[in-house]
C-alpha cells in the first residue's frame, strides 16, 4: 500500500442502518419525519468525522505484534506500507448456511445485509458486497462501539475520509466466523439530524469479495430473502442444472485498480462486459460510450437528467433512461431503468452489473468454478 498521506480507497456503498429490525423502523420512522419538515433543518446523509487516531479511547495497532504487522518504508516522496495479516480464516459448520436478509434494508435500499456480532458482543449489520475488493471494512462508528484497534493512514483521496488499517480479531455472522481478515476502516457512517440534533447513527460492516470468495459458493435467494453460504469443500449443485443459465467470470481488475467480479452477460442481444456488484439495487450502470451503443440496439425513452445518492461520495448527477422490454441473459426486464454516469462523475464510468435485474430469482456466485448461476425465470 502506497501512503502520499492518503489511504486507499475501497468503493463500497455504506448503507443505511443500526442493529436488527427494531434498528431499521427507528431509521424509518426518522427517515419519514425528516423528509416532512426538510425544509426546517434537517439531514439525512454521510457524516465525516475528525482524524480519531489521538482519541484516548481509540486503540492502536502494535505494528510489531499481532496478527497484523505494518512495515513502512519510503520509496522517493511516497510512504509504502507492507501489511502481513496472519491466520485469516473462515470457520463454518460441515453443512451450508443458510438466513435470512435484513428484510427491510433489501425492500427499502435493495441491500443485502445480515446481522455480525463483534468480539465485545456489539451487533453491525454486514454488507455482501462484491463490489468491494477488501475483505472487511468498517465504519467509524463499528470502530469504536466494537473498540477495535487501528493504524491511521490518512485521508482517503476518493472518500474524503480519514482511515487506515483496522485489526477485526472476528465476526460472528450466525455459526459462521470470520478470523483476522484484511480490514480497513474509514471515518464515515450516515446520521439523521433534526434542528442539530442528531436522532440516528449508523454502524455499517462491508463483508467484501476477499471474504466471500473465501466461501466455495454464495447463493442470493431474492425470492426468499435468504443468503446461503457453501461449507468448506463444498460444490453448487443443483436439482435440475437444465433451469438455471450459466455465465463464466474472471477477477479482473478495474480502471481504477480494484479487483472486481467481471462477467459476460448477454444484454440485448449482446455480451455486456461488467463487474456484478451485490451491493447495488441498480440493474445497470453505464458510461456514456457503452450506453450509445446499447441504446442503438434497444427502444429507449430520453435520458432524463436525474440524481444517484452513492453513499459515500453523497448526490452525483447522472441520466436515467427506461428500456421497455431489455433481454438480460433468458429474461425479459419490463421497463428496465437504466443508470447512465458522465465522463467526468467522481464515482466512475465503469459498467456495472447490479441486483436490480435479480429482484425476482436466484443467482448464485460459484468460486470454486468461477460461474455466475442464474435461475430462469419460469422457476423463480
Not at 197 to 212: E, S
Not at 305 to 326: D, E, F, H, W
Not at 346 to 352: D, I, L, N, P, V
Request: net charge positive.
Amino acid at each position: 500500500m502506497k501512503r502520499p498521506a492518503a489511504v486507499a480507497s475501497v468503493r463500497s456503498p455504506w448503507t443505511s442502518g443500526s442493529g436488527g429490525k427494531r434498528g431499521m423502523r427507528k431509521a424509518l420512522l426518522i427517515f419519514v419525519l425528516t423528509s416532512c419538515v426538510c425544509s426546517s433543518g434537517c439531514y439525512v446523509g454521510p457524516v465525516r468525522t475528525a482524524d480519531m487516531q489521538n482519541h484516548p479511547d481509540v486503540r492502536h495497532i502494535d505494528p510489531k505484534k499481532g496478527p497484523v504487522r505494518i512495515d513502512e518504508t519510503k520509496e522517493d516522496d511516497t510512504i509504502v506500507l507492507t501489511v502481513e495479516i496472519r491466520n485469516f480464516t473462515i470457520c463454518t459448520p460441515a453443512e451450508p448456511v443458510r438466513m435470512k436478509y435484513d428484510e427491510m434494508r433489501y425492500r427499502l435500499a435493495g441491500v443485502i445485509a445480515v446481522t455480525g456480532v463483534l468480539p465485545n458482543g456489539k451487533e453491525c449489520n454486514v454488507y455482501l458486497d462484491t463490489g468491494a475488493e477488501r475483505a472487511a471494512l468498517v465504519s467509524d462508528v463499528v470502530v469504536r462501539e466494537g473498540k477495535l484497534a487501528i493504524y491511521p493512514v490518512g485521508k482517503g483521496s476518493w472518500s474524503s475520509a480519514f482511515g487506515g488499517i483496522c485489526h477485526l480479531p472476528w465476526i460472528q455472522i450466525g455459526p459462521i466466523r470470520v478470523l483476522n481478515p484484511p480490514c480497513q476502516y474509514a471515518q464515515l457512517h450516515w446520521e439523521a439530524r433534526l434542528l442539530g440534533m442528531r436522532l440516528w447513527r449508523d454502524k455499517p460492516m462491508i463483508l467484501g469479495l476477499g471474504a466471500l470468495r473465501r466461501f466455495p459458493y454464495v447463493i442470493f435467494d431474492n425470492v426468499r430473502k435468504e443468503v446461503e453460504f457453501g461449507p468448506k469443500n463444498g460444490l453448487f449443485e443443483p436439482e435440475n442444472p437444465d433451469r438455471w443459465e450459466l455465465h463464466p467470470f474472471r477477477f479482473e481488475r478495474d480502471r481504477t485498480d480494484n479487483l472486481r467480479i467481471q462477467v459476460d452477460l448477454p444484454i440485448a442481444g449482446e455480451d455486456l462486459r461488467g463487474a456484478f456488484d451485490t451491493c447495488s439495487p441498480s440493474g445497470l450502470h453505464l458510461g456514456p460510450k457503452e450506453w450509445r451503443k446499447l441504446s442503438a440496439r434497444v427502444a429507449t425513452g430520453r435520458p432524463r437528467n436525474s440524481t444517484m445518492y452513492s453513499a459515500i461520495l453523497g448526490p452525483l448527477r447522472c441520466q436515467r433512461a427506461t428500456v421497455g422490454k431489455l433481454e438480460v441473459g433468458s429474461r425479459t426486464i419490463r421497463n428496465a431503468e437504466v443508470v447512465i454516469l458522465p465522463e467526468d462523475s467522481r464515482f466512475g464510468t465503469e459498467t456495472t452489473i447490479g441486483m436490480g435485474y435479480f429482484t425476482d430469482t436466484v443467482v448464485v456466485l460459484d468460486f470454486e468454478r468461477e460461474l455466475m448461476w442464474i435461475k430462469r425465470s419460469a422457476d423463480s
